[in-house]
């Protein structure tokens, strides 16, 4: 029981301060790639600016609209931030280093992913505000859209590795990466998990330039600080399950500890993330439903099938 609080609290304490972190990184990366200076002025290589929002959203009015139903929109931030850390229960970061290694580990990482959606919807109604009803009903359609996807991309995972328990999939890929066997899957999850987490150039429902902010429009404080770390949570989250789902987790080579290997692994896919913002635009909603409907889910039906057929032919 003591080591089971003591990965929780090391968990918990990780996952926080990556996301307050990533503030920081994403700032100077973009800055990186789109050849301008970046944060500089607030302490060396401007990393106090971390303090300085933190202390800024901290010390903001928390202001509730009157016309708002206050009961939900106080309630909404808080869903996007306990689903998000809920899906982080059952990734293994190490051999034994998870907080519950459940046998059905991908489904209930598919149930609570699913669950941020109910933010986005809650949030944008609440506010009784158009531009964030708009956006809340976009990412409702986007969210639950690429959900579909998703679970279809990991199917062909479970029928390589015959399992839905996290760590015994990790465990498959001693001999080969799924990268290798499952390299349209993984382009299909990868995909979907931008719009998981609508960022750029996924990031439809907050379009500036169309909806203010979309379904976050009303929020300030802390509340809007909720939204914005359950952002980068979702960015860690995603990139630590295409590590562990098509990358080997914490497997590599011996002369570094397995949990170093995943914390390596998952920040290359979160460079992955920023560099898609610094580099790509957005389109159309209709394009990206469309692209999904169109081109994701008959790409993922037929990934699903020959992967199944190419399976029971080896086993005959």
Known sequence: MINTWWIIGGVLFALLNTAAGLIWVERRMLALWQDRYGPNRAGPFGLLVVLADTIKLFFKEDWIPPFADKVVFVFAPGV????????????????????????IGLLFFLAMSSLGVYSVV???WASNNKYAL???????????SYEVFMGLALM???????????????EAQRKVWFIIPQFIGFLIFLVAGVAETHRLPFDIPEAESELVAGFHSEYSGMKFGMFFIGEYLGVTLISG???????????GPAFLPPVLWFVIKTFAFIMLFILFRASMPRPRYDQLMEYGWKVLFPLSILNLMVTAAIKLWLNT
């Open 80 to 103: 996007v931030m306990g689903s998000v850390l809920m899906s982080f229960v059952v990734m293994p970061f190490a051999p034994g280093i998870v907080v519950a290694d459940l046998n």
């Open 122 to 124: 809650l949030g944008g």
């Open 134 to 144: 708009l956006g809340a009903m976009r990412g409702a359609s986007q969210m639950i």
């Open 156 to 170: 062909g995972v479970v029928v390589l590795s015959g399992s839905f328990n996290l760590a015994e999939i990790v």
């Open 241 to 251: 399950m295409l590590v562990t789902l098509y990358f080997g987790g914490w497997l």
